[in-house]
């Protein structure tokens, strides 16, 4: 007897040792999860902008003594790609398997981005599909000239229509002095409007601030808690609809309440700490992005925004309403042409324009002034093929929303408010 029990305690023991014990696939994708955090922190210390925002634990922090080589941040990143692909995900619900494709794709983002930084040549295209999980279409220069066009024939008066229309529209620029009331009534606006639908707690807040020297128009600084540093920036100036344009986009319902919604329901409430970290090369902003533009028509559908501008923002900006219908009939169809930015920058990063060029053909097709031109080129030289997250992410996020919502403006919102609050890239809404 004795020598049978020996003999079983030493099968037994064999069969638990020779089995290389399976990690829960879920442990498994949060440690994964956790290695994304430091590996994007790691990444924030060869490039400035990539950690837009950070609240996760303390001590993750890094200094910059702790600078690994970018070719062992590369390896590592592509070991976590690799394990993340081998997970089971048989028995994951559908909030798990978002998750998993999330930081799946996220993963795939820092790994492009070490490449580009350690010099690895890529297309635009090639840039877009690993940074922000698309590729944007591609427009011919013909597909513009027809647009042109017809803004020709809308703008009023004769001769070089880029002069025409800026002549038109500098009737409808907000004196500086102006500027702050104008954008907090507009704040005020989409607050409210945004409260109807969204459930946010009663702390949550921002600050406005007035910049100068920036390659974007405004920049919301997502702190952590349901607060944000909104930046505008005021070097060129600020048209009436761009009021509308920057409260919806970077407060409501735009990156403050994004941000803030994923940071309450998937860090806080279900402690996933790969949404403690915002990188801002990633497929996360496609969707902030273009949640942020989509928001501005949701927030406002049908005439609701011209009627508000009309009767509120115009009287507040002392300026004449009584061209408005005109001026919306023109940023219409310019607002055509925001793939015009598109083609010229995947142009400039393939290398078939100079910067001339590039501010040549901005100012040919997208109807922009020099001024604004030279400020578009900057922007592509610091954040690069990011330019997509805004138009097509915008193009995107539409189509998903109202192939599941229809034109029911209250549908909308329900379908609008959960991809806001759920962790989707560009992928998965096509
Ligand atoms: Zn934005």
């Given at each position: 007897m004795k020598n049978i029990a020996l003999f079983s305690l030493v099968v037994v023991s064999l069969l638990?040792?020779?089995?290389?014990?399976?990690?829960?696939?879920?442990?498994?994708?949060?440690?994964?999860?956790?290695?994304?955090?430091?590996?994007?922190?790691?990444?924030?210390?060869?490039?400035?902008?990539?950690?837009?925002?950070?609240?996760?634990p303390e001590e993750w922090k890094l200094t910059e003594e702790q600078k690994k080589p970018l070719q062992?941040?590369?390896?590592?990143?592509?070991?976590?790609?690799?394990?993340?692909?081998?997970?089971d995900k048989t028995n994951f619900d559908e909030a798990w398997q978002l998750r998993h494709n999330y930081l799946h794709k996220q993963?795939?983002?820092?790994?492009?981005?070490?490449?580009?930084?350690?010099?690895?040549?890529?297309?635009?295209?090639?840039?877009?599909?690993?940074?922000?999980?698309?590729?944007?279409?591609?427009y011919t220069e013909e597909y513009f000239e027809g647009l042109i066009a017809e803004l020709d024939a809308a703008?009023?008066?004769?001769?070089?229509?880029?002069?025409?229309?800026?002549?038109?529209?500098n009737q409808f620029i907000i004196p500086e002095d102006k500027l702050d009331a104008v954008f907090t009534a507009a704040i005020n606006e989409c607050r409210k409007r945004t409260l109807k639908y969204v459930d946010l707690p009663e702390h949550e807040n921002f600050t406005v601030e007035y910049v100068k020297n920036e390659p974007w128009g405004a920049y919301n600084w997502y702190k952590g808690n349901f607060f944000s540093i909104i930046q505008v920036n005021t070097d060129l100036p600020k048209k009436i609809d761009s009021a509308i344009d920057l409260a919806c986009h970077e407060g409501y319902p735009g990156h403050h309440v994004y941000n803030g919604l994923l940071e309450k329901t998937m860090y806080k409430e279900r402690g996933w700490v790969e949404f403690s970290v915002y990188a801002l090369f990633s497929p996360q902003s496609l969707i902030a992005e273009g949640s942020a533009n989509y928001g501005i028509p949701v927030t406002f559908p049908g005439d609701d925004r011209i009627k508000f501008e009309k009767e509120v923002l115009f009287p507040i900006a002392g300026l004449d309403a009584s061209k408005v219908d005109k001026y919306y009939e023109i940023e219409r169809l310019k607002s055509k042409l925001s793939f015009a930015g598109n083609e010229a920058g995947?142009?400039?990063?393939?290398?078939?324009?100079?910067?001339?060029?590039?501010?040549?053909?901005?100012q040919k097709y997208s109807l922009v002034t020099k001024e604004r031109a030279e400020q578009n080129l900057s922007f592509v030289e610091r954040f690069g093929t990011y330019i997509i997250n805004y138009n097509y992410g915008q193009q995107l996020v539409k189509e998903y929303v109202e192939?599941?919502?229809?034109?029911?403006?209250?549908?909308?919102?329900?379908v609008y408010v959960e991809l806001l609050s759920k962790p989707y890239t560009a992928s998965l809404l096509q």
């Amino acid at each position: 007897m004795k020598n049978i029990a020996l003999f079983s305690l030493v099968v037994v023991s064999l069969l638990i040792f020779s089995c290389k014990p399976q990690m829960d696939p879920k442990t498994e994708i949060n440690n994964i999860a956790e290695e994304y955090v430091k590996l994007c922190l790691h990444t924030g210390l060869h490039d400035p902008y990539f950690v837009d925002a950070y609240y996760g634990p303390e001590e993750w922090k890094l200094t910059e003594e702790q600078k690994k080589p970018l070719q062992d941040l590369i390896n590592h990143t592509q070991e976590l790609i690799t394990k993340a692909t081998a997970i089971d995900k048989t028995n994951f619900d559908e909030a798990w398997q978002l998750r998993h494709n999330y930081l799946h794709k996220q993963l795939i983002a820092v790994k492009t981005r070490l490449e580009l930084l350690n010099g690895k040549k890529m297309t635009f295209d090639e840039q877009t599909k690993g940074l922000f999980d698309a590729v944007a279409p591609t427009y011919t220069e013909e597909y513009f000239e027809g647009l042109i066009a017809e803004l020709d024939a809308a703008v009023p008066g004769k001769g070089d229509l880029n002069k025409r229309l800026e002549k038109f529209t500098n009737q409808f620029i907000i004196p500086e002095d102006k500027l702050d009331a104008v954008f907090t009534a507009a704040i005020n606006e989409c607050r409210k409007r945004t409260l109807k639908y969204v459930d946010l707690p009663e702390h949550e807040n921002f600050t406005v601030e007035y910049v100068k020297n920036e390659p974007w128009g405004a920049y919301n600084w997502y702190k952590g808690n349901f607060f944000s540093i909104i930046q505008v920036n005021t070097d060129l100036p600020k048209k009436i609809d761009s009021a509308i344009d920057l409260a919806c986009h970077e407060g409501y319902p735009g990156h403050h309440v994004y941000n803030g919604l994923l940071e309450k329901t998937m860090y806080k409430e279900r402690g996933w700490v790969e949404f403690s970290v915002y990188a801002l090369f990633s497929p996360q902003s496609l969707i902030a992005e273009g949640s942020a533009n989509y928001g501005i028509p949701v927030t406002f559908p049908g005439d609701d925004r011209i009627k508000f501008e009309k009767e509120v923002l115009f009287p507040i900006a002392g300026l004449d309403a009584s061209k408005v219908d005109k001026y919306y009939e023109i940023e219409r169809l310019k607002s055509k042409l925001s793939f015009a930015g598109n083609e010229a920058g995947r142009k400039y990063i393939n290398g078939e324009f100079t910067a001339e060029q590039y501010v040549e053909w901005r100012q040919k097709y997208s109807l922009v002034t020099k001024e604004r031109a030279e400020q578009n080129l900057s922007f592509v030289e610091r954040f690069g093929t990011y330019i997509i997250n805004y138009n097509y992410g915008q193009q995107l996020v539409k189509e998903y929303v109202e192939r599941k919502a229809g034109d029911d403006p209250e549908k909308i919102w329900e379908v609008y408010v959960e991809l806001l609050s759920k962790p989707y890239t560009a992928s998965l809404l096509q």
